[in-house]
């Protein structure tokens, strides 16, 4: 009978451990991957052993995201196993994306000095020796479904913590692997990202992710941090309800100071965090915005949104506040 165990890998990123979830079926298959280090393949690669199986034997392996902990290993598993990887288009290609474009687009931020560009740099976050050569990608999208036999997996996109980030959902059980979409413990963060040269705007993209996601049938969710859950819908209300508070909070800073850069907005959202944690803080302040800019209560300056300021003829907080919650909370 069909099965799918969980394999909790280390990984050296601040968010800690990442799960993957092996689908023990007729024809195995691995989703997500894990970080590109020696450690995590040797972990991964014991506890399929002891379930009998080694990389070769894998007939497939999805990977929700490109983010390192998820995509990681992807290749050399991959290379090993002689199959493709499935993942979105969108993450192959900003897996790809050459840094000096997007750093071309934050010219002008204001941006603190901690703010390290390696971060911003996807080319860099997976060493050459865990990209071997020769391994090919199979493209999903939504609505499509994926079987390993007993077990099939509808893929849903669900962009916002990144472009072509997809979730499965094995429909005979109704569980859901949501990546780093839905976690109970920790609100995803929809970062910065560009595509030829353009920012997209990934909160509101990932508000309307979870407002469909939170419609889907779904007994168990897996997520790729932290524990298993039931209760979906109470997860993506915890996490809209973050995301009101957090746009109202930067709409009263930003009426309080009358006019501001992304960077001085950040540093009163997030105080403690902006010097270790600058590109995450300043993804979701820009996310903020984004929701604000969508009501038209705030306005913003310059090619690259460096100086916001709240319009003069907003019609009070409560207002505001009401108009706010229509937009990002679920109907
Ligand atoms: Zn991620
Ligand atoms: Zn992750």
């Known amino acids: 009978m069909a099965r799918i165990v969980p394999i909790t890998l280390p990984t050296p990123y601040q968010i800690g451990d990442v799960n993957v979830y092996f689908v023990e079926d007729e024809r195995p298959m691995l989703i997500d991957a894990g970080p590109p280090d020696e450690g995590a393949r040797t972990i991964l690669r014991e506890k399929l052993k002891a379930l009998g199986y080694e990389f070769r034997d894998l007939k497939g392996i999805v990977v929700t995201h490109f983010h390192p902990d998820h995509f990681g290993l992807a290749q050399v598993i991959a290379a090993e196993a002689g199959i493709p990887i499935h993942m979105h288009p969108l993450e192959l290609y900003l897996q790809r994306t050459r840094s000096e474009k997007a750093q071309k687009v934050f010219c002008g931020w204001d941006l603190p000095a901690t703010w390290d560009s390696r971060r911003i740099d996807p080319s ?3 060493p050459s020796s865990y990209r071997p050569f020769g391994v090919t990608f199979t493209p999903v999208d939504d609505d499509e479904m994926i079987s390993t036999g007993e077990m099939n997996f509808e893929i849903h996109f669900s962009p916002g913590h990144s472009l072509g980030h997809v979730v499965l959902r094995e429909k005979g059980t109704g569980w859901l692997f949501s990546g780093d979409t839905l976690m109970q413990k920790v609100v995803p963060n ?17 508000l309307e992710s979870l407002h469909k996601l939170r419609g889907l049938r779904v007994d168990k969710v897996f997520p790729a941090h932290g524990e298993p859950f039931e209760d979906l819908p109470a997860v993506v209300d915890a996490i809209c309800e ?5 746009t109202v909070d930067v709409y009263e800073i930003l009426r309080d100071i009358g006019e501001g850069s992304l960077l001085q907005i950040s540093q009163q959202l997030y105080p403690l965090h902006i010097d270790r944690e600058a590109y995450m803080v300043m993804s979701k302040t820009l996310g903020c915005l984004d ?6 209560v705030v306005h913003s300056a310059g090619d690259h949104y460096t100086l916001f300021s709240a319009k003069n003829s907003d019609p009070g907080n409560k207002g505001i506040q009401e108009q706010l919650k229509d937009l990002i909370l679920p109907k």
């Open 291 to 296: 929701m604000l800019r969508q009501i038209n």
């Open 124 to 126: 860099r976050w997976i």
């Open 242 to 246: 973050h995301f009101l508070q957090k």
């Open 190 to 206: 929809p970062f910065i990202y560009h595509v030829e040269g353009e920012r997209v705007p990934t909160l509101p993209i990932y």
